[in-house]
């Protein structure tokens, strides 16, 4: 497993973010409502996206740091489980608009 699987957890858990992302937030605020959302939705503690965040950072920037194995391994079945609560417990409860945008059945 390369260095860069952290990397890579976290552009995954990005990619979730923007699942989130709800365009008539005002443009200031949207990211941060989206973040918002992500973990209220999956139960995502803020504190760990925030250390994976930080490991992942100086890779998205051009530097080479080494993490552990064992914490690669981590992150991914972490990040894993992140995507698989997605999959099995929010997207079942998003229903599609006649626009084709989905909206939270709840």
């Known amino acids: 497993m390369s260095d860069d699987a952290v990397f890579y957890c976290y552009r995954a858990l990005e ?3 923007q699942e989130f992302v709800d365009e008539s937030d005002p ?3 949207r990211e941060k409502a989206s ?3 992500l973990r209220t939705a ?3 503690d803020a ?3 925030k250390k994976l965040a930080a490991l992942a950072t100086p890779r998205r920037h051009g530097a080479n740091p080494h993490i552990a194995y064992d914490d690669r391994l981590a992150w991914l079945k972490w990040t894993r489980e992140l995507v698989a609560k ?7 409860t998003l229903k599609p608009e006649a626009d084709g945008a989905f909206s939270v059945d709840r």
């Open 47 to 49: 504190e760990e996206a």
């Open 15 to 17: 990619s979730l973010r």
């Open 42 to 44: 999956l139960s995502v």
């Open 27 to 29: 443009r200031n605020s």
């Open 35 to 37: 973040w918002d959302r």
């Open 86 to 92: 997605y999959i099995e417990d929010y997207l079942p």
